[in-house]
């Protein structure tokens, strides 16, 4: 399990360490209004591929461990449906497009439509295949991907900017380079890894979709919660505001890339454990995830809280320091990641708790998030977030607790997490000594 999730933590954080460079020079070449604009396609994005996916994508985790001979008809309907759902979502959209524009203070949204369109629907079908890769294991073909895909997608939009110091033209080197970083995706499994093939096509879609719907709604309502705070912001305060804002907001994400390259890791041992009915087997996996989630989130936050003042200026220059506070408390944010119970209770196809529990702390969200903006202006509004994200994980934790057969803990000792440390010490020497000797 550490191998290959701190494998994929490596890869992810070289292909985000890429994109990472992008800020860096847009801020520089893009005019505040600009740069706020790019920040809020980017929302729209997120915020539009998450209220519209089935979940097609991620329920791939699910199915094809369970009939390995027909994973490329499970990764065919993801496909097709993905194409089909986001074809009608912003058919939908358009229709109003201008008065939702205006509502939301974001011109972008009507400006760059049919760009923020093709890209969306290019993301969830990258994600397709991603998914497809992990959930067979495929860990170094995904991650070669994911490296490969953000350097294309970084260096078309840095040209662009350089070139024409238009918002527009970066826009459309960032849909141009998805498009190659799919086309290589598809080619790679269909030829390769003959990934479409199967004993059967167009089956179990309607199981696919109701395993997914759930699960999609789960991950709708979370990014919905993750996200809310943006538009708040984008809202009441406009578009440069909000460009310092999304500064603050800025993600090194170090825990992030972490927990999701374990999760894709375990999320198919727990769906083995629990078909096969071994809760002792379950908590075991419990306590090696939770101990590695502690081990980094820990050191990982108290570091980027104590540079941020630097990180920020070097970033993006000292015309955004205003945005350093933001940054602190989004980043004591991410202690939420410490417990991440959708992976038992995805593995139990118990879905529905997080849907109810996110339902729960979206009915407060706006009222909290608006006595933070009225209590503390920007900064109110993220600790107002950060109250609400680290608040519903530790409610999705009792009520997986409450479901499971087992007691799985909260916490860890400290012996668990200095026998991480010296597993991880060893591992990367290893892989240190092995690398020089394939190198001689």
Partial sequence: MLNRSLYLMSSKLLGYGVRLILPYFLVRLLTVADFGA???FFLLEVYIASLFQLGLNQALFYFIPRDL????????????????VFTAAFAAIAAFMTPLSVWLNMAILKDAFWLLAVYTVLLMLVSACDCYL???????????????????????????????????????GLVAAR???????????????????????FFGIAEQIRYGVVLGVAGMLWTMLMRMHEFFVSRYYGTETYALYSVGCTEIPIIQI????????????????????????????????????YAVTIPATLILVLVAKPLIIFMFTDGYTAAVPIFQV???????FIFNASLVLRAMNRN?????????????????LYAGMKLGGLVGIIAAQAVLMIGSRIATTIMMNRLSAVY??????????ASFYRDAWDKGRNLLVSGRNHAR
């Fill in 38 to 40: 790019y920040r809020q």
């Fill in 69 to 84: 001979r027909n994973a490329g008809a499970y990764l065919l309907n993801s496909v097709l449906m993905n194409i089909v």
């Fill in 134 to 172: 992990t959930a067979r294991q495929m860990v170094k073909a995904s991650a070669a991907f994911e490296i490969a895909g953000q350097i294309a997608v970084s260096a078309a939009t840095i040209v662009a900017a350089y070139a024409t110091r238009r918002l527009d033209a970066v826009l459309f």
């Fill in 179 to 201: 498009v190659f970083h799919l086309l290589a995706m598809l080619v790679f499994i269909h030829f390769k890894l003959r990934g479409f093939k199967a004993d059967r096509f």
């Fill in 258 to 293: 972490f927990t999701q390259s374990l999760a894709v890791v375990v999320l198919g041992q727990f769906a083995m454990l629990d078909q096969q009915k071994d809760w002792e087997g379950v908590r075991a996996l419990w306590k090696r995830v939770l101990t590695s989630t």
């Fill in 330 to 336: 989004n980043t004591l944010l991410k202690l939420h």
């Fill in 352 to 368: 529905d708790v997080s849907i109810w529990v996110n339902v729960a702390t979206l009915a407060v969200a706006p009222l909290l």
């Fill in 408 to 417: 799985l803990p909260y916490t860890v000792g400290i012996r668990d997490l």
